[in-house]
């Protein structure tokens, strides 16, 4: 659905998008993420033809952004981070508003719009202005604005920002439905690293313009990450002998003690360590007094592979 090849944007001695190629497929979530200033806006502009490539390629839907674009804009619905709403309006007229610049007539109109309101969970508000609605049901109405012409592709930027966490929730609902029960195609930029962990199908994450990984969260946990840390207490036994059963197994990539005289072991996958720990435990004598388990997490890649935090 959407096809990206080696797209370049510059703005006079500043490449905002250097070099970036990868493609989106039908009815996929894809997740981008980027610390601020990688690219991530710029991208979205170009792909919703708001700004013009220096060189490259880019296709939505086979239609190119460039000589293309009024097609590209007519598939295409963009929910920006900020509230793009009338507030002094009620919700339904923002959304006649907004289907009537798409091009959508009297009596279809009325039917999509009382069906996005129904999708969004706020047909019982539908008359209520947008200034007297909470963050999270403005947040929801900017995406109901951008669904009201039944689009193929959705840019959804940033969607839950500064909301709270029930209305976070029904956000993150609301975008699997579009994708499973309506087949849109999503791109999703976020800070939020739980939440592209928890929808996401595949992730990019971009830096200094570049698209430096790309992939499912479990790729980008076995590409870039460390595996696991498994944090173990182990009292009345031979703490040598039980470091040198651990080190043998082909999943511990590494025992180290801390101060405490706790052990730190280093695995590739947590679950067969476990099982290996369990019985070289027992075999030097001594009891499991405590034990944690540190998964990779997307954070941990993202931070390995940019070495800042998405805030910075």
């Known amino acids: 659905m959407i096809e990206v090849g080696d797209l ?10 250097d070099g970036v190629t990868f493609e989106v497929a039908p009815a996929e979530l894809f997740g981008l993420l980027g610390p601020n200033g990688a690219g991530k806006s710029t991208m979205i502009g170009v792909l919703s033809c708001l700004l013009r490539p220096t060189s490259g390629r880019a296709r939505i839907g086979g239609h190119d952004v460039t ?3 009024p097609r590209v804009r007519r598939i295409i619905g963009v929910v920006p981070q900020d509230v793009a709403l009338y507030p002094t309006l009620s919700a339904r007229a923002n959304l006649h508003f907004w289907g009537g610049l798409y091009g959508l007539k009297r009596r279809e109109l009325r039917r999509r719009v009382e069906e996005i309101l129904d999708l969004v969970g706020l047909t019982d508000r539908a008359g209520g202005r947008i200034e007297t609605f909470s963050g999270g049901m ?9 669904l009201i012409h039944s689009p193929q592709v959705l840019f959804l930027d940033e969607p839950t920002v500064g909301v709270d966490p029930q209305s976070r929730r029904q956000i993150l609902d609301l975008v699997r439905r579009l994708r499973g029960e309506r087949g849109v195609t999503v791109v999703y930029t976020t800070h939020y690293m739980e939440e592209a962990s928890e929808i996401c199908d595949r992730i ?5 313009g570049r698209l430096i990984a790309l992939g499912t969260l479990d790729e980008l946990k076995r590409r870039h990450g460390d595996g696991a840390q498994i944090h173990l207490a182990y ?16 999943d511990v ?22 099982g290996v720990l369990a019985a ?24 390995r592979l940019t070495g800042r935090s998405l805030r910075d």
């Open 280 to 303: 070289a435990a027992a075999a030097s004598g001594g009891r499991i007094a405590s034990l944690r388990v540190e998964e990779t997490t997307l954070e941990t890649v993202f931070l």
């Open 67 to 69: 000589t293309a674009s």
């Open 204 to 208: 990019g994450v971009i830096d200094h």
């Open 138 to 146: 403005k947040r929801r109405i900017n995406i109901a604005a951008g």
């Open 235 to 250: 009292e009345g036994g031979d703490v040598e002998a039980l470091r040198a059963r651990l080190a043998a197994s082909p």
């Open 8 to 17: 370049v944007k510059r703005y006079g001695d500043t490449t905002a998008v």
């Open 253 to 274: 990539n590494g025992v180290a003690t801390t101060g405490n005289g706790n052990l730190v072991i280093g695995s590739r996958a947590a679950g067969p360590t476990l």
